[in-house]
């Protein structure tokens, strides 16, 4: 286990965790209405949950969440959400530095997510985190970068794929 400072202790989340998960997504989703985003298209994010190669959770209660599958041989970011009135507690950037060593440790050399490139919570602030936008894409990141526009996703402003190699 490890913290996100004393009071939001980051674990792996468990099946009875995924329904309070999908109320933190739905929760963070709300503040994308702010720049005009949304509301989103339901891709069904237990499936994601349950079939995720590791979720983790900080908080307990959850306040906040990160999904990670393996695409084209790198750990990726699906999800990332943190409850509105936790955010700005530092509690994403934990979750990504536990992302990025929990990679390491499986022996993965990158870690990549899709995002909206302009929203600063979002392309911004991994930007800052040490990903780069990528103008060439794996067969694996092109597909979910393809369901992205299929879903309307790309309707509500420019998506890009990047990456953090490790």
Same mark, same amino acid.
């Given at each position: 286990m490890s913290t *996100? =400072? #004393? $009071?939001? #202790?980051? @674990?792996v989340a468990t &099946?009875? /965790?995924? *329904? @309070?998960? @999908?109320?933190i $997504? *739905?929760?963070?989703?709300e503040i994308f209405a702010s720049? =005009?985003? %949304? &509301?989103?298209?339901d891709d069904d994010t237990e499936q994601h949950l349950g079939a995720a190669a590791v979720v983790f959770v900080a908080g307990e209660p959850p306040v906040g969440f990160v999904t990670v599958e393996v695409v084209d041989g790198a750990a990726h970011i699906w999800q990332l959400s943190v409850t509105p009135s936790m955010q700005g507690r %530092?509690? %994403?950037r934990a979750l990504v530095a536990l992302v990025s060593d929990w990679a390491r440790a499986q022996g993965y050399t990158a870690v990549t997510l899709t995002t909206f490139r302009?929203? &600063?919570?979002?392309?911004p602030f991994y930007e800052r985190l040490g990903f780069s $936008?990528? /103008? @060439?894409?794996?067969s694996g990141l092109a597909a979910i970068r393809q369901h992205e526009r299929d879903i309307g996703d790309d309707e509500f402003g420019p998506r890009i794929a990047m990456r953090m190699d490790l």
């Open positions: *996100a =400072g #004393p $009071e939001f #202790p980051i @674990r &099946p009875v /965790d995924f *329904a @309070r998960l @999908r109320e $997504e *739905a929760e963070s989703d720049v =005009g985003i %949304g &509301p989103f298209h %530092g509690l %994403g302009d929203v &600063p919570w979002n392309g $936008e990528q /103008d @060439r894409l794996t």
